[in-house]
């Protein structure tokens, strides 16, 4: 098959998360980048794509003239990569989605619940394709995890424990990536709660399959100044009466990338941890404990999906990344006409508003001393 033509919007020099997305999108070799709006400065936008080996005609001085001119096009984009910081989200995915080119946007949806709400509706009102990019749903052993779980492995599930946290903002840090996370403006309201927090809350609820009912919130800005939080204590009510526990902190010296996700039912338990991603617990009561491994003996058909490479060899934050967009192409091909492959799904827009929603409860939760608040 032929690949499909990616746009992308931010991501220029200097940018981290849009590497990372162009080296995901090539892994599966399901896509190629053709087209972008890399900068709001022109010449740097210029310069990155002269970079990326980007023909000049189709580097772009603004995303809405790239949407109009790429909609207009006989070979125009396939699909485009939203890499900007929060507050750029909503204006891009609109004209794109209003052009009708799919969208890949990544996490959280937006600063605002508004500009989350005018997404969704432009989302609704064209019928366009919209995917998050909550990579951590493309790790295999997170699959295999849902998996189980959706059989009946562990039974009636009693208690969620997720925590993701980081030591990188342990003190105040200036440099392109703390600079917009640390500025509301930029970030939202939500400052780790909505840059981390929202992918433990997201993997809670993947994997698991629950409805968040309410929350409490506990959010702290400690380092002196910090106009965001930079630490998070959450305690949730699943309906059907499980319970949760999230911590997602910046400022926990000692961690790098911490993801870690502890499950327990009636009949069994499992636990993950990013960090280790090719390997997964699962203990059934009163049984010694399994080690599973990513492609190993015991791997699940949902779990080899996602799966590149034999057992024993790492794969991990880039290969989660690519299972994202190889599931994209799958239903960028699915809309042109192509047959669906069986268990293809991505994040897509009504998980970036329930992660919105979370935000904005932990933050109204904690501003009415940590005040159980509806979801």
């Known amino acids: 098959m032929a690949k499909l033509k990616l746009g992308m919007v931010g991501g220029g020099q200097g940018a981290f998360i849009g590497a990372v997305h162009r080296i995901a999108s090539r892994i599966d070799g399901q896509w190629e980048l053709v087209a972008g709006a890399l900068s709001s400065d022109p010449a740097r936008a210029a310069a990155s794509a002269e970079e990326l080996g980007i023909e000049a005609s189709r580097s772009y001085a603004s995303y809405e003239d790239m949407a109009k001119a790429e909609a207009a096009r006989d070979d125009g984009i396939d699909a485009v990569a939203i890499v900007t910081p929060n507050h750029v989200h909503a204006g891009p995915a609109i004209a794109f989605l209003k052009a009708g080119i799919p969208v890949i946007c990544d996490k959280p949806l937006s600063s605002t619940m508004e500009d989350a709400e005018a ?49 990188w903002l342990a ?41 968040t009912e309410s929350l409490a919130a506990d959010l702290d800005a400690f380092v002196p100044g910090r106009r965001v939080d930079d630490n998070v204590h959450v305690m949730l009510r699943f309906k059907g009466g499980a319970k ?21 039912g009636t009949k069994g338990g499992i636990e993950w941890a990013q960090e280790n991603p090719n390997v997964m617990t699962f203990t059934r009561f009163g049984e010694p404990k399994q080690i599973l491994t990513r492609a190993g ?39 042109k006409g192509a047959p669906l ?35």
């Open 341 to 375: 492959p069986e268990g293809v799904h991505t994040p897509d827009i009504e998980d970036g508003l329930l992660g919105m929603r979370f935000i904005s409860a932990c933050i109204a939760s904690s501003r009415n001393n940590a005040a159980w608040t509806m979801l």
């Open 119 to 167: 997404i969704a509706q432009a989302a609704k009102d064209t019928g366009t394709l919209f995917v998050l990019t909550h990579n951590y749903t493309g790790y295999p052993l997170i699959r295999q995890a849902r998996e189980m779980i959706e059989r009946g492995d562990l039974g009636e599930i009693r208690v969620v424990n997720v925590e993701y946290v980081q030591d």
């Open 171 to 211: 003190e105040e840090t200036t440099g392109k990536q703390a600079d917009w996370r640390t500025d509301p403006a930029r970030s939202g309201a939500g400052g780790c709660v909505g840059d981390i927090g929202t992918h433990a809350f997201n993997l809670a609820s993947y994997v698991t399959g629950l409805e």
């Open 244 to 264: 949760g526990m999230l911590w997602a902190s910046q400022v926990a010296v000692g961690n790098e990338n911490g993801l870690r996700l502890r499950i327990a």
């Open 297 to 335: 003996a015991g791997a699940s058909p949902a779990g080899l999906r996602g799966t590149r490479t034999p057992g024993g060899h790492p794969e991990g934050y880039l290969e989660g990344f690519a299972t994202i967009y190889a599931e994209a192409a799958a239903l960028v091909r699915h809309a």
